[in-house]
């Protein structure tokens, strides 16, 4: 799936008038300079002096949540490349980064049946888990099940 992305990627970029080189050049500088976070997983992000304000290009791909004046968490919601842009109180930028936001590899297995892809999470007993492109009725099935848990575990608590 990686490489058929990164193909696509390059066919598009040539289709539109860029070189193979300058696009292997551009993605190495944006993944040199890049934020990298994980789906469903927190990272702590410290920038150099006080923010004021913080901006996230695609709120559904990264959430930022406030620490402390210097101290950011970001969250990875959704695979996808957006921005991060931190100004200080004057409104000059002290960040202005791209955020990637990749698949947890850690402990995970991906079973491919032709089209449609199904990920367990190995710890290390095999369980399925809720992983964004994965088929709808691996998702689906998860989805519900832990749905239907929370539920019980609400109901017995009341």
Same mark, same amino acid.
């Given at each position: ?11 598009a970029?040539?289709a ?30 410290? *920038?150099?002096? +006080?923010?004021? /304000? %913080?901006i996230?290009? =695609?709120? &559904?791909?990264?959430? $930022?949540?406030i #620490? ?24 000059d ?21 032709r ?8 710890s290390? *007993?095999?369980? +399925?888990?809720? /992983? %964004?492109?994965?088929? =709808?009725? &691996?998702?689906?099935? $998860?989805?519900? #099940? ?13």
């Open positions: 799936m990686k490489h058929k992305l990164i193909g696509l990627a390059l066919a970029a040539l539109t008038g860029f070189s193979s080189a300058s696009f292997a050049e551009s993605v190495s500088d944006v993944n040199s300079r890049s934020v990298l976070v994980t789906v469903d997983q927190a990272k702590v992000f410290r *920038v150099s002096r +006080p923010a004021g /304000t %913080i996230i290009g =695609n709120p &559904a791909i990264v959430d $930022a949540t #620490q402390d004046d210097q101290t950011l968490i970001l969250t990875g919601r959704s695979f996808g490349v957006t921005n991060l842009i931190v100004l200080d109180g004057n409104g930028a002290i960040i202005d980064q791209p955020v990637v936001v990749k698949a947890s590899e850690t402990n995970t297995v991906r079973i491919y049946r089209d449609s892809r199904a990920t367990l999470a190995c290390p *007993v095999c369980e +399925p888990t809720l /992983t %964004i492109g994965d088929d =709808n009725a &691996a998702f689906n099935f $998860a989805s519900g #099940q832990i749905q239907a848990r929370n539920q019980l575990s609400q109901s017995n608590s009341n």
